[in-house]
């Protein structure tokens, strides 16, 4: 028996909206997106936005923070690094790992993923891990075998009493930022495909709480069909969730 997962809308600010914009976007989301326990609202801002986030959504703890990517160490000689702890001392609840920008503009292995992972879950934090196929690696019909690849080295260190803290969301690489969706189908088949591994991997029980999230071009005039997908448990949003007004009308999308 499937447990009930609630949605979850998330907006993935990339490197867009400083600690300005960032609070003139709240001032404007939160009088257009009702508090609500029905659902579940994250945003990841860029971490030198992450104090002005923090500071506009005073009073509005149905609203989630994140960071986009942190590394493994606790601390040290890593410049340009963030570690889970500093996020979580900062207020950070989530945190995006494998973005497809992360692997593909940065070369980050899963192997490396798996790590961060790790770290996060071991911090008492929400890892949204991220898998996806290019478009050459869908015509050569690989794209189950690659998000399969992927996630591997992570159920590999999670553990069936943990896996419950995970969310993984799949987005397509050819979807992100380009305009294009994928398909209702296309979503629904992955998406079942990666419960499979789940189930494979935890047992019925321990992967029906995860909840599996759908990203790439998603936008206010197709969340809500993305949405109605058997398996898909709500959006991971990027260049939609920068407008106050578009986002809101996403979040209403999910009913
Ligand atoms: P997009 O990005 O909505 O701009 O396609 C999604 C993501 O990268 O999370």
Request: net charge negative; with cysteine.
């Amino acid at each position: 028996m499937t447990a009930p997962r609630k949605p979850i809308l998330a907006g993935n600010w990339k490197m867009n909206h400083g600690p300005s914009q960032a609070a003139r976007f709240f001032a404007d989301f939160l009088n257009l997106a009702e508090p609500g326990d029905d659902r579940t609202i994250a945003f990841f801002p860029p971490a030198i936005s992450f104090a002005a986030a923090r500071e506009a959504l005073q009073g509005r703890p149905d609203v989630r923070l994140g960071v986009q990517n942190v590394y493994w160490e606790e601390s040290g000689a890593f410049t340009g690094e963030l570690s889970v702890g500093m996020a979580k001392d900062a207020g950070a609840e989530l945190v995006l790992v494998g973005h497809s920008e992360r692997r593909h503009v940065f070369g980050e292995t899963s192997e490396e993923t798996a790590r961060k992972v790790r770290a996060v879950l071991d911090a008492g934090l929400v890892p949204v891990l991220c898998v996806g196929e290019t478009i050459d690696e869908r015509r050569a019909e690989r794209a189950e075998a690659v998000v399969a690849e992927q996630l591997a080295p992570v159920l590999e260190i999670v553990r069936a009493d943990e896996v419950g803290e995970l969310v993984i969301a799949y987005e397509p690489v050819w979807a992100i930022g380009t305009g294009v969706t994928a398909t209702p189908d296309d979503a629904r088949t992955m998406h079942a495909a990666v419960r499979e591994r789940l189930r494979a991997a935890y047992g019925a029980e321990a992967a029906d709480a995860v909840p599996i999230l759908y990203g790439g071009s998603v936008k206010p005039d197709n969340a809500a069909e993305l949405m109605s997908q058997p398996g898909v448990d709500g959006v991971l949003v990027g260049g939609a969730s920068l407008d106050a007004a578009g986002f809101a009308r996403i979040v209403k999308a999910a009913g």
